[in-house]
């Protein structure tokens, strides 16, 4: 069965730094662009990360730049964001998506994983 399991969420302080992984089972992630979107409570999905099937190029929502880094390693078929200076405005279930077209929409990934909560709390 084809699926996406996120992990490495969990409770941090303000400032603090998280690494989240997405592996991927039964099915290769190298051909896929993949996306790290999240949901604060009571809003809507959102991008936060992109990263290219080659891992050559990454982009980042506003709100994460400088802060967060999308990398992804092949061989373990698994993809990284790593979290630093964590905001409590950062808190929000994290999703990793697969998708086969070019670059990462809400509307366009073909795979999904359930989520990890994040929450930056004092």
């Known amino acids: 069965q084809l699926q996406l399991v996120e992990s490495g969420g969990g409770l941090v302080q303000p400032g603090g730094s998280l690494r989240l992984s997405c592996a991927a089972s039964a099915f290769t992630l190298d051909y896929y662009f993949i996306g790290w979107f999240r949901q604060a409570p009571g809003k809507e999905r959102e991008g936060v990360s992109c990263i290219s099937s080659s891992g050559g190029s990454a982009n980042y929502a506003d709100s994460v730049k400088g802060r967060f880094t999308i990398s992804r390693d092949n061989a373990k078929n698994t993809v990284y964001l790593q979290m630093n200076s964590l905001k409590p405005e950062d808190t929000a279930v994290y999703y990793c998506?697969?998708?086969?077209?070019?670059?990462?929409?809400?509307?366009?990934?073909?795979?999904w994983g359930k989520g990890t909560l994040v929450t930056v709390s004092s």
């Open positions: 998506a697969a998708g086969s077209g070019y670059g990462c929409y809400l509307d366009g990934m073909d795979h």
